[in-house]
């Protein structure tokens, strides 16, 4: 018996969001709205995202000893996410500047402070934290040898979902572990180095051939695609009035991962998973704008 639906692997930032009419260009200046801060970061993100909706979760993060991390801590309990996981020290909390237009489309650089610190001696002293998960879930916005040394520690049967982002390319003991392996096309493009072909299906079937069990290529507002031994299918999206697209991604994940973990098909956990994204880009901010369960289920 698994303790956890979902473990998610990862960072907590301070998301430090100022609106533009226009994002400024090599060397110029624009104004923006007032200074929002809110708990972010893409690990601690989908832990949220998963909660919400009703999934026994878990945080495997670092954060620094001060405001910003207490208040990623806060908003990690105050969703009902166990923070035993959470690591203090060792560096300043990680923090992302973002910058928001008008039509909801986000641009983002991330200080990765503590995240930087999170190594594989600590996933090695939470093994047991891993095991207790039927669903692991990572980025890459904490280091990768961290990453790769998680899916050591994955239980008999368990399964590993990876959103790699910032992309790099990936070990093939990385790649092998993926079910899925959820990408964007940017991300796409840096994994597969620019030779995935001219669509979707192309790029899908060239990430197959690198060793995930399983991939699903993200397309805005064309949907998503998903592939595996069995075949390969188009996902709907829906239509929703963006006003922030932050977290919408890490929502898609985390409602994927955890659909998967209940047993449901890939095309049907991304059906899902598109309904989640679809209410959270209609809100400000990353975890202010997750669903319930219960508002995904009124779509």
Not at 56 to 85: E, F, H, K, P
Not at 259 to 288: F, I
Request: proline share 6%.
């Amino acid at each position: 018996m698994h303790e956890y639906d979902l473990l998610v692997v990862g960072s907590a930032n301070a998301d430090l969001v100022v609106g533009v009419e226009r994002r400024p260009g090599a060397g110029e200046t624009v104004l923006g709205s007032d200074l929002a801060v809110h708990p972010g970061g893409k690990g601690a993100n989908q832990a949220v995202a998963a909660a919400r909706l009703g999934a026994r979760t878990a945080l495997l993060a670092r954060v620094g000893d001060d405001a910003y991390g207490r208040l990623l801590l806060d908003s990690q309990r105050a969703a009902g996410v166990d923070t035993a996981g959470v690591l203090v020290g060792g560096a300043p909390t990680g923090v992302a500047l973002i910058t928001v237009d008008p039509s909801g489309d986000n641009s983002i650089v991330v200080s990765p402070g503590a995240n930087g610190r999170l190594t594989p001696e600590d996933v090695r002293a939470s093994a047991g934290l891993v095991r207790a998960s039927r669903v692991v879930s990572a980025q890459l916005e904490v280091p990768l040898e961290t990453v790769a040394e998680t899916v050591r520690h994955l239980p008999p049967g368990g399964r590993f979902v990876l959103n790699p982002s910032p992309p790099r390319l990936l070990p093939r003991e990385l790649l092998q572990a993926c079910d899925p392996l959820i990408v964007n096309e940017h991300e796409a493009e840096v994994i597969l180095g620019g030779t995935g072909g001219a669509d979707p299906e192309e790029w899908a079937r060239a990430l197959l051939a690198l060793g995930p069990r399983s991939v699903v290529v993200t397309l805005g507002s064309e949907g998503a695609l998903v592939a595996s031994g069995e075949g390969i299918g188009r996902v709907p999206s829906l239509k929703a009035d963006a006003v922030d697209t932050t977290g919408a991604g890490d929502a898609f994940t985390a409602a994927l991962a955890w659909r998967l973990g209940a047993g449901a098909p890939l095309a049907e956990s991304a059906a899902y998973a598109a309904r989640v994204g679809a209410v959270a880009v209609t809100r400000r901010g990353a975890q202010d704008s997750f669903p319930t369960a219960a508002e995904v289920d009124a779509l």
